[in-house]
């Protein structure tokens, strides 16, 4: 896990947290880390949701950019080089968030508002992002799991072959915002849907245009066999 990029630079700026917190930060400021794990919990279903599950864009280009993002991994999800968030993702979102969460709280006048941004953003936040990134990877390798990774595969299994609008988060404990906005998975509904489409990527046909281009300009990058390639072409 670690030896992916933004992974390792996202532990990087939390361990870069956790000393200055303990160098310079009030004592209070350590109560709001639960705060940034909850912002983290909510930032992981909407991204998942309303960004990376957007429809497929017509131009190539901004189709190639969701294919690796995440519509990659729906097309090979055991494939190891697209489990983890694109580099290119996680640190503008981590600097995002951290001047926001620094501005408001100028704003409202704390003094400590370097702090506060620090205890929610690469501190509570990065850390559930980390653990965010233990689980999805750990839903999709044949390990020894413990029980909450074996609960948290179940549902992202049934997210990836069963029904993909479905079930967008994966840390322990975020099917509660799941079944708070209407995404857990109805059994009975289930029943009477075709699922070959939710077994495909994103609905798509196996042999869209766009997925054919993506997958020959990722191939090499992600050492995607020519046998997986034709294999996913067939859907």
């Known amino acids: 896990m670690f030896g992916h990029a933004g992974v390792s630079l996202m532990a990087l700026a939390c361990v870069v947290a956790i000393v200055a917190m303990l160098w310079g930060a009030p004592l209070w400021c350590w109560a709001l880390v639960p705060l940034g794990v909850a912002a983290q919990m909510l930032n992981e279903y909407n991204l998942h949701r309303h960004i990376f599950h957007l429809d497929p864009p017509k131009r190539q280009w901004a189709f190639d950019l969701l294919y690796r993002a995440h519509y990659g991994h729906h097309d090979f999800p055991t494939n190891h080089g697209l489990f983890f968030v694109p580099l290119w993702v996680a640190l503008p979102m981590l600097a995002g968030n951290f001047l926001l969460v620094w501005g408001i709280a100028a704003l409202l ?3 400590t508002a370097i702090w506060i941004a620090t205890a929610v ?4 936040g990065v850390l559930t992002f980390l653990i965010y990134e233990w689980f999805h990877m750990t839903a999709h390798l044949t390990v020894p799991k413990t029980a909450v990774e074996r609960h948290v595969t179940r549902l992202h299994n049934q997210h990836h072959f069963r029904d993909f609008n479905k079930w967008f988060h994966v840390s322990p404990g975020g099917e509660i915002i799941d079944r708070a906005m209407g995404t857990d998975i109805d059994t009975e509904a289930l029943k009477q849907q075709q699922r070959i489409a939710f077994i495909r990527t994103l609905g798509m ?16 990058k992600y050492a995607l066999t020519e046998t997986e390639v034709a294999r996913a072409a067939r859907g």
Not at 121 to 124: E, K, N, R, S, T
Not at 205 to 220: H, I, Y
Request: charged fraction near 30%; aromatic fraction near 8%; avoid cysteine.
């Open 109 to 111: 006048g704390f003094e």
């Open 121 to 124: 953003v690469p501190l509570g």
């Open 205 to 220: 046909k196996p042999d869209d245009p766009r997925l054919l281009a993506a997958r020959a300009k990722f191939a090499s």
